[in-house]
């Protein structure tokens, strides 16, 4: 384990950096007041099948860290957020189904019952010498009672089929979620606490990372 740090203000500005595509997660950053630059990680997340949610998701948002982290020319002052999401349904890990069929099969198994939406968070401060964490958030995700015509027209829009667990909170899915056990940000792809608590033990203030 890494020891914990007193949060400090750099003397220079830190460079934030999202280690993800997805809107999503930068949206939720960006309205929590910071300004991340995107790098896209390219890792080929169907390469990995481990049996447990919770450590396949932790893993990827690592690999993705680390992988921007390899290739930045000058990494110092830098922090770097890595992140995947998974839902974890009777223990098994949904990702993102990948086209209408698989959505569709999806929202007939979560229909009316409730799951897990885990995502892992990999953090890089270097400063300049790095510094790594990796913890998981997890948020009770329950999902409304859809009939057949209500999963077709929600999986003809295309939104399910593109995002983890086949479904959003702040999108077209979120008349289709009945409610939530835990942190919302989560849900939506990147824990805005988990971030703030993961920042102060390697020793960065939140609110240094404002501009």
Request: with cysteine; proline share 9%.
């Amino acid at each position: 384990m890494e020891p914990v740090t007193t949060p400090t203000a750099s003397t220079q500005p830190w460079r934030l950096i999202l280690a993800s595509q997805s809107p999503a997660r930068l949206d939720t950053l960006r309205r929590a007041g910071l300004d991340p630059e995107v790098q896209v990680s390219e890792v080929d997340e169907s390469a990995w099948d481990l049996p447990d949610p919770a450590q396949l998701s932790a893993r990827l948002a690592q690999l993705k860290a680390e992988a921007v982290y390899d290739r930045l020319a000058s990494p110092s002052p830098v922090v770097v957020v890595g992140c995947d999401s998974i839902l974890s349904l009777d223990g098994q890990a949904c990702g993102k189904p990948g086209s209408p069929e698989a959505a569709a099969a999806l929202w007939r198994r979560t229909s009316g019952r409730s799951a897990i939406l885990v995502t892992g968070h990999h953090l890089i401060v270097a400063d300049p010498e790095p510094r790594r964490a990796t913890r998981v958030a997890q948020t009770v995700v329950h999902f409304a009672g859809l009939d057949d015509a209500e999963i077709a027209a929600y999986v003809a829009t295309g939104e399910p089929e593109r995002v983890a667990g086949g479904f959003t909170i702040d999108g077209l899915g979120g008349p289709f979620i009945s409610g939530l056990e835990g942190d919302p940000h989560n849900v939506v792809g990147l824990s805005l606490p988990l971030l703030r608590l993961m920042l102060a033990d390697l020793g960065v203030a939140w609110t240094s990372l404002w501009p």
